[in-house]
């Protein structure tokens, strides 16, 4: 594999749009990625479409927003994970140097008479809701973690929002503990502000080998994606085959674990990392799951305040979820995961953050997850 760079992003504010929106939502999308990167739809290579919902347009149709070149085109569908998957092909492509540069244009908007959660339960799923407020009442049993604790990560998450333009919940005042044990319980101990905000939107990204980088490039850092590890699930004692969304713990450390090696990382060396926080307990899960903490220390780490701004100089810990997480950017489908390279993207470019290297992580319907890892050079 050669190496592979991030050349442009580009988003449109995650909310609520008509359906018949969507084309115009991959294009000014595409087209901001596209001016990101430096190049036009002529130098694209290789397209991927991202779209999770059943009733979602097909890519085919969409993609013509941005024009007629040519090059080959794939529709991707893994569920919440379905940008990062997509994104992972179009690594591969140019990574393997099939394409010299390629695009991935995610989207997805429900209509009004099927939402996300209908399409979830329509599969024999358990309704998310319920499944994670079980999963957040046996760690509360087993490690005594407390509603405030779940209040404390979704805090952290609509503060982030509340400095992205492209998220769906961005609050008028400071989001306090408080106030999110004070909203809507939906199911005990998940309280609404805890939950992530199902909306629409769309996301793209344009990828590029190290030739494409020199000829569209900027002076702006360059934004490699060191890494993309792509797994499904494997069997152990006690495995939900029905019914999983969250998946088993082994999917994600394996998953994170490879993709970190194979960029010669490991979690010391992250700055920022993007999870699939679609409600709080998975985040506090996930800090154990990909080796940030050990059980025990998790909640009093929180009560300190490691995961949000400082972390990394106060406990050389990162940030998670900068740009609002699911809870607060608010999940699509499609164009999730593409918004956490999105942020995470910026973040890398931006020299106020001194950020170097960051890790996204997605789950597609708890059966495979997504790990990537991003490292600016220079």
Request: with cysteine.
């Amino acid at each position: 594999m050669r190496d592979v760079y991030v050349l442009g992003t580009g988003m449109v504010p995650f909310t609520r749009y008509r359906v018949d929106q969507t084309p115009a939502l991959v294009r000014e999308s595409g087209v901001r990625a596209l001016t990101d990167a430096g190049c036009t739809f002529a130098d694209v290579e290789a397209v991927y479409m991202a779209a999770a919902h059943p009733l979602a347009p097909r890519g085919i149709l969409v993609a013509k927003e941005l024009g007629l070149n040519g090059a080959p085109l794939q529709h991707v569908d893994n569920a919440s994970a379905t940008g990062t998957s997509a994104l992972h092909e179009a690594w591969m492509a140019v990574g393997s140097g099939l394409a010299d540069t390629a695009i991935v244009l995610a989207y997805d908007v429900a209509p009004p008479t099927l939402s996300v959660a209908d399409v979830i339960e329509s599969e024999d799923n358990v309704p998310p809701v319920a499944l994670f407020a079980m999963w957040a009442r046996r760690r509360m049993h087993d490690a005594g973690t407390r509603p405030e604790h779940l209040a404390m990560v979704a805090a952290k998450n609509w503060n982030y929002a509340r400095e992205n333009p492209y998220a769906v919940r961005r609050a008028q005042e400071p989001v306090t503990v408080e106030a999110v044990l004070a909203s809507r319980e939906v199911a005990s101990p998940l309280r609404s502000m805890m939950c992530t905000a199902w909306c629409d939107g769309a996301g793209a990204v344009v990828l590029g080998s190290a030739e494409a980088l020199e000829r569209f490039g900027s002076d702006r850092p360059a934004i490699r994606l060191a890494s993309s590890v792509l797994r499904s699930e494997t069997y152990e004692p006690g495995h939900v085959f029905l019914g999983a969304i969250v998946g088993p713990p082994a999917m994600t450390r394996a998953t994170v674990t490879r993709s970190l090696e194979a960029a010669g990382l490991g979690p010391a060396d992250l700055d920022v990392v993007q999870v699939h926080d679609a409600f709080a307990i998975e985040e506090i899960v996930y800090y154990e799951l990909l080796g940030f903490t050990e059980p025990g220390e998790t909640e009093r780490l929180l009560e300190q305040g490691a995961f949000g701004p400082g972390s990394k100089e106060r406990f050389g810990l990162p940030e998670f979820s900068t740009g609002g997480g699911l809870i607060a950017r608010g999940h699509p489908g499609g164009p999730t995961g593409v918004a956490q390279v999105h942020e995470t993207v910026a973040r890398l470019r931006d020299p106020a953050t001194r950020d170097r290297h960051g890790l996204c992580h997605m789950l597609g319907a708890g059966s495979m997850c997504v790990a990537q890892v991003l490292v600016r050079e220079g």
